[in-house]
C-alpha cells in the first residue's frame, strides 16, 4: 500500500498511514462470528424484519407467467412495490429466487429494470437494458426456468424512491447549482439522484448504520416474504444480481441464513484495488468502517460452505483486473479453509461491465443444479 496515487496526490501518504493505524483487509474467515461482525458492522439489524401489511396489488397472465405485484411495509417510508413470477404450468412448490436490481445511477425505476410487468415496458428500459442485459428482462427468462422469483424496489429506487422535490430542498442550492439541464424527467430524476445519495449517506451515519445496512435490511424483509409464499419451497432459496443487485447479493448472502446459493455478478474486487480506481461506486460497497475488519470478498464467503457463484467481466470499467483476480483467489482460499473449495465457481468472461445472455445461461444453469439437483 506504498506509491503515489493520482486521486490522491501529495496525500498519497495518507494510505500508508492508515495502514499504521491499525491492520486493514485483514483475513476474515467464513462463520458465525464473521456474519455477526457483518450485521454489527452494517446496522439496521435488531428488529424484526417481517413484511408488515402485506397486499396483492393485482395478478396477471402472460408469456407462459403468472405475474403478481405485491406489496408491504419496511416500517418506514412509502411501501415497497415488487413483482413475483412463476411458470403458469405450476402444480408444486417450486425453488425461490430473490433478484436484486442494479444501481447504474439509475433510480426512477428499481424491479422494472430487470423485469417486465403486465404492460409493455418504455422505450427508456428498452435502452437501458440493451448493453448490461443482452436486451431482455431476465427475471422473466430466469421463472420460466421453473423458479418463483422475487423483485422488489429498495430504499431509493421505484417505488421507494425519494420524491425529486425533497431531494432538491434536502441538497440545497449549493449543491443543486450543479445539476445540468436534462431532456426528461426520468434522466433529471436520476442526475439529481446521484448527488443526493451522497446525503442519505451522512443521514444514515448519524442514524447508526449506512446505507448498505439499510438496503441489506430492505432485502431481508423481501426474502421473508418469499420464504412465507404457500408456492416457494423455502428449503430452496437463492439470490442473484448485477452490478449493485451483485452488491446487495453479497450483503443478505452474509446477513440471511436461509439462503441456498447465491449468484454474484460484476461486483466482485479487492478494497485494496479500488485505490485509484473507480472510487465513484455506490455507498453500498463501502459499510462504514468495515476495511477494520475485512476485505469484500470475505462478506461474500461469509456463510461458505453454501454455493456461490461470482461472474466477472475482464474489461469491466469498474473494477481492474487485478483486483477481480485477486477477489477471486481470496475467495477460493475462503471456500478451502472450510474443506469445500468446489461450492464456490469463479467465471471470467471477455468484455465490460454486464450481465449478457451468455453469462445469464451460464447462471440460470449453475443455480438450477443448486436448487433441483440438491
Same mark, same amino acid.
Request: charged share 15%; aromatic share 14%.
Given at each position: 500500500m506504498t506509491g503515489q496515487y493520482r486521486h490522491l496526490g501529495i496525500f498519497s501518504?495518507?494510505?500508508?498511514?492508515?495502514?499504521r493505524q491499525q491492520p486493514l483487509y485483514q483475513n476474515t474467515p467464513p462463520g458465525p462470528r464473521t456474519r455477526e461482525l457483518v450485521r454489527e458492522t452494517l446496522g439496521f439489524c435488531h428488529t424484526d424484519e417481517s413484511p408488515a401489511e402485506v397486499r396483492i396489488e393485482r395478478e396477471w397472465?402472460?408469456?407462459g407467467l403468472i405475474g403478481q405485484e405485491v406489496s408491504w411495509s419496511v416500517g418506514f417510508g412509502p411501501r415497497t412495490h415488487a413483482y413475483v413470477f412463476k411458470p403458469a404450468n405450476a402444480t408444486r412448490t417450486l425453488p425461490g429466487i430473490v433478484a436484486l436490481h442494479d444501481h447504474s445511477d439509475f433510480k426512477f425505476y428499481g424491479k422494472e429494470k430487470i423485469a417486465d410487468g403486465p404492460e409493455e415496458p418504455s422505450p427508456v428500459l428498452n435502452e437501458f437494458r440493451k448493453t448490461p442485459y443482452g436486451g431482455r428482462a431476465y427475471v422473466n427468462a430466469l421463472a420460466r426456468e421453473g423458479f418463483v422469483v422475487l423483485v422488489h424496489d429498495v430504499f431509493l429506487w421505484g417505488s421507494r424512491r425519494f420524491p425529486y422535490e425533497t431531494m432538491i430542498e434536502m441538497m440545497g442550492e449549493k449543491t443543486t447549482s450543479r445539476l445540468e439541464p436534462q431532456a426528461d424527467e426520468i434522466e433529471g430524476y436520476n442526475a439529481a439522484a446521484y448527488f443526493h445519495e451522497h446525503w442519505v449517506s451522512k443521514y444514515c451515519n448519524i442514524l447508526g448504520t449506512s446505507m448498505a445496512g439499510v438496503v441489506a435490511y430492505e432485502d431481508r424483509i423481501a426474502l421473508n416474504y418469499l420464504l412465507s409464499r404457500t408456492d416457494v419451497d423455502s428449503e430452496q432459496i437463492a439470490c442473484i444480481g448485477?452490478?449493485?443487485g451483485g452488491n446487495r447479493a453479497a450483503l443478505l448472502t452474509a446477513t440471511h441464513d436461509r439462503l441456498k446459493a447465491a449468484v454474484i455478478v460484476g461486483l466482485m474486487t479487492t478494497y485494496?484495488? $479500488?485505490?485509484?480506481? *473507480?472510487?465513484?461506486?455506490?455507498?453500498? $460497497?463501502?459499510?462504514? *468502517?468495515w476495511a477494520r475488519h475485512g476485505d469484500w470478498p470475505d462478506i461474500a464467503a461469509s456463510r461458505a460452505p453454501m454455493p456461490?457463484?461470482?461472474?466477472?467481466?475482464?474489461?469491466?470499467y469498474?473494477?481492474?483486473?487485478t483486483g477481480m483476480k485477486d477477489a477471486h483467489q481470496r475467495l477460493q482460499?475462503?471456500?478451502?479453509?472450510?474443506?469445500n473449495?468446489?461450492?464456490?465457481?469463479?467465471?471470467f468472461y471477455p468484455g465490460t461491465h454486464k450481465f449478457d445472455l451468455e453469462m445469464q445461461s451460464a447462471a440460470f444453469a449453475w443455480l438450477k443444479q443448486q436448487l433441483f439437483n440438491s
Open positions: 501518504d495518507w494510505v500508508a498511514a492508515a495502514q397472465q402472460k408469456d448485477l452490478s449493485g485494496e484495488a $479500488l485505490l485509484d480506481h *473507480n472510487m465513484s461506486h455506490t455507498w453500498m $460497497l463501502f459499510p462504514f *468502517n456461490l457463484l461470482v461472474q466477472y467481466d475482464l474489461q469491466d469498474l473494477f481492474t483486473e482460499r475462503h471456500y478451502a479453509s472450510v474443506g473449495q468446489g461450492a464456490y465457481t469463479g467465471q
